[in-house]
């Protein structure tokens, strides 16, 4: 009777467990809209994120919060614009005294309070002090870099200067060129680390961290390094040729990412786990092909037209998303922990604003929009741009120093993105009605956002 009660009590914690789906966010660094298969690449393979694109559902009109890691990682995670969390002023650098607010409730956070396991493996950039690294930010486990991979420890300095080719010609200058440091938790494990391995790595961690917990419902954050330049691969899967350096590292992506889907199916957890595949903004374009592709998308990293901010998602969930389906409604990353939470039906904090709207609906299927406009604030955080429905605004700011005029007025663009994904065809002469109706909304919502921000975490004074 003892060992009937006692495999009763264990069958109820694993149907417990089983009812809680687990989520899986896959990030990479700088990986352009145009770099996949299923998203028209002619030149890169990518069998295992084509499969998932084949079993799940293409989101075609993604977008994330900025065009630039830190804000991008930092909208993601919280759901909110990254100007109302005070995070919207460019990317964190080794001497930087800011990160993410610890007090800023994360898709981590979230989960961990409603009885999940959470780990984030890969590139945090969201503050390299104790205070605000990920196990303080409602992660159980971290294990990656601080910031970007072509970063040094403690300060930044000694940098090199070297052709990109010459770096993926001697795969060495990983260990030798750079002092990128590797972190477990909060503290440092190596320093350099060796670029060539980070992302197969990475892959083990999580692959590990997903049969420890097989039985526990689980949140694996996977917010890859690369393909951030510099670009590095593991020795046995190289090409030596650097003309196809950016195309090698996708791959090798890909081939990653491929074993932690297959780890999924192994332990036949893939019924019961959100998939979801997007990047953090758009390729580095002048780096070339060490760079990738916007596929049909006018600019890139850097940038508000839609190569800087709109990029491939696909979200993979058996039986619970319809496979081969594609979604063109406005969609981005901040929706992300409304909606995990609509899924697990658990309740956010009443006492902060966030910007993310509940897309469970498209997930499921439908066409109809949720999300209505969306505003582009640039790399440095100023407001430039508002989509609503098919018609987006831009309004860039005069630079003095490529124009030599210091009071030139903005570029006022207007694009209707359904007709010219492109952003060739200015319209805003043609409907100069529309334009300041757009303008007015843009700058109602932005004054509504930086009424109620909140700070960005600031390391105290000693």
Not at 102 to 115: F, R, V
Not at 141 to 165: A, L, T, W
Request: charge should be positive; include cysteine; proline fraction near 8%.
């Amino acid at each position: 009777m003892k060992h009937l009660f006692v495999f009763l009590l264990l069958l109820c914690s694993h149907v417990k467990a089983a009812s809680k789906p687990n989520f899986v966010i896959i990030f990479p660094d700088d990986q352009g809209y145009g770099d996949l298969g299923c998203f028209g690449s002619k030149t890169i393979r990518t069998p295992h994120l084509d499969r998932l694109a084949k079993e799940g559902r293409r989101f075609t009109s993604f977008l994330v919060p900025s065009s630039v890691c830190s804000p991008s990682r930092a909208g993601l995670l919280t759901g909110c614009y990254p100007k109302r969390i005070g995070m919207h002023n460019g990317v964190l650098f080794p001497g930087s005294k800011t990160g993410l607010n610890p007090t800023e409730h994360t898709i981590a956070d979230h989960l961990k309070q409603n009885g999940y396991v959470t780990a984030c493996f890969g590139k945090w950039h969201l503050g390299h002090h104790a205070q605000v690294l990920p196990t303080s930010q409602g992660f159980d486990q971290y294990f990656g870099i601080p910031y970007s991979n072509d970063m040094n420890h403690p300060n930044n300095e000694g940098r090199p200067k070297v052709d990109p080719d010459a770096l993926w010609k001697d795969p060495t200058s990983s260990l030798t060129l750079w002092k990128t440091p590797l972190m477990e938790n909060d503290k440092i494990i190596e320093v350099p680390v060796d670029q060539r391995t980070i992302t197969r790595r990475c892959t083990d961690r999580g692959i590990s961290f997903i049969k420890e917990n097989k039985d526990r419902p689980f949140f694996l954050y996977l917010p890859y390094t690369m393909p951030h330049y510099p670009l590095y691969v593991p020795d046995d899967v190289r090409d030596p040729d650097p003309k196809k350096a950016y195309i090698n590292t996708i791959e090798h992506l890909d081939t990653e990412i491929g074993r932690v889907i297959q780890q999924l199916r192994d332990l036949k957890l893939d019924e019961n786990t959100y998939v979801i595949f997007a990047t953090d903004n758009g390729p580095w374009l002048p780096y070339q092909h060490h760079g990738g592709s916007a596929g049909p998308l006018r600019g890139g990293k850097m940038s508000t037209f839609e190569g800087g901010q709109r990029v491939p998602c696909i979200m993979w969930a058996p039986g619970r998303i319809a496979a081969g389906t594609e979604c063109q409604a406005l969609a981005s990353t901040i929706d992300l922990l409304p909606t995990i939470a609509a899924i697990t039906k658990t309740t956010l904090p009443a006492d902060r604003s966030i910007d993310g709207l509940d897309i469970g609906p498209l997930i499921k299927g439908s066409a109809n929009a949720v999300r209505e406009n969306f505003l582009y604030y640039n790399l440095g955080g100023r407001l430039e741009g508002f989509r609503e429905g098919d018609w987006k605004l831009l309004i860039v700011a005069n630079d003095p120093k490529k124009s030599g005029q210091s009071s030139a007025p903005p570029q006022i663009m207007l694009f209707n993105l359904a007709e010219d994904i492109g952003e060739k065809n200015n319209l805003a002469s043609a409907k100069p009605e529309l334009v300041e109706t757009l303008r007015q909304k843009m700058n109602q919502q932005n004054a509504a956002i930086e009424a109620t921000a909140r700070p960005a975490w600031t390391k105290p004074k000693s």
